[in-house]
C-alpha cells in the first residue's frame, strides 16, 4: 500500500531551499514533517488532494507541479506583489479553467488554476470559498484530542487557504462534544461571527451513551444555527472505531475539519449573498412604488 507520494525538489543552495519554503508556503499548502540536521534539511508540504497525474494531447501546461485554488486571480495578485517570474499569463480556457503558470525557485515551473462551473441558471446563488474579511469560531472538544486537534489542524488550513486571517478566526476549547452546542450558540449570539465550525470526535463503545450523546449533539448543533441564524459547520465525528476516525482525520478518508471549514466559508458567504439579492430586490420594489406614485 502507499502511504504518501511527494514530487522531489532538491535545492543547490541553502537561499534556494528558503526560497522554496516560502514560496510554497504563500500558495498555501500545509506545512507537514519537517527536520533540520547536520546532513540536510527538508520540508513536507501537503495539499488537501493530492496525486499524480497523466496526460495525452493538448491543453497541458508547462509545468512539473499543477496546483487548483479556489481563486485563481487571488494567487494572481499575490505572485505579482511578490514579483515572481510569470510564464503564462492567467487566462480562461475552454474547459472552464482559469490559469497561468509561474517560475518558482529552482527552476520549479508551477502551474495555478481553478475550476468555474457552468454557467448559474437566472435565480441561482452560489457563494465562492472566499474567507478574507469574514470571521469564523471554531469550537473543538478536548476529548478524543488526539483526533480533534487533528481536525482542528484541518479547519485551520481550510480557513488560510480560503483567505481568511489568523487575526478573525476565535478557537474555544470544551470538554467533550456534548457541550459543543451550548459553546456554539454563545459564539453565535455575540454576532462577532459569520459562521462556527463544531469540531469532535464520538467513539461508540458497549453502551447506549453513544448514541444518546450523538443525538443530542447533532440536534444541538442544528437548532442553535436555525435561532441564531449564523451558519454552524459540522466536524464532528461519529465512529465505531478509533482507525475510523483516524481515516477521516487526514488518512484515507481526508480531513473532516478541513471540510467542515469549506462548508463554513461557503455558507457564510451565501449568507451574504442572500442579503444582499434581497436588499437589490427591496430597492427594486421601492423604486417601482415610487414611480408609480
Known sequence: MIRSIHHLITARRERDYEALRDFFDALGLALGESWKGKRSRGAKFHAPEAGVEIGFGQGF?????????????????????????????????????????????????????????????????????????????????????????????????????????????????????????????????????????????????????????ANEVTRGIGQSAQDTGVPHAFGVLTCDTLEQAIDRAGLKSGNKGFEAALAAVEMAGLKQAVRKTGKKKNAAKRRNLNAKS
Open 61 to 213: 501546461p508547462d509545468a512539473g507541479l499543477v496546483i487548483e485554488v479556489s481563486d485563481a486571480d487571488a494567487i494572481h495578485e499575490l505572485a505579482q506583489r511578490k514579483k515572481w517570474k510569470s510564464l503564462a499569463g492567467i487566462a480562461d480556457f475552454d474547459w472552464g479553467a482559469r490559469m497561468f503558470t509561474l517560475q518558482g525557485p529552482s527552476d520549479v515551473r508551477v502551474a495555478i488554476f481553478s475550476y468555474s462551473p457552468p454557467p448559474k441558471w437566472r435565480n441561482e446563488l452560489q457563494a465562492e470559498l472566499r474567507g478574507a474579511g469574514k470571521r469564523f469560531g471554531v469550537v473543538v472538544s478536548r476529548f478524543n484530542s488526539f483526533i480533534t486537534e487533528r481536525l482542528l489542524a484541518g479547519a485551520l488550513q481550510g480557513l488560510h487557504q480560503t483567505g481568511a486571517r489568523s487575526q478573525d478566526i476565535s478557537i474555544v476549547r470544551v470538554p467533550g462534544s456534548f457541550e459543543i452546542p451550548a459553546a456554539a450558540r454563545e459564539l453565535a449570539l455575540t454576532r462577532n461571527f459569520d459562521a462556527i465550525i463544531c469540531l469532535g470526535c464520538l467513539l461508540r463503545g458497549d453502551t447506549a451513551h453513544y448514541d444518546v450523546i
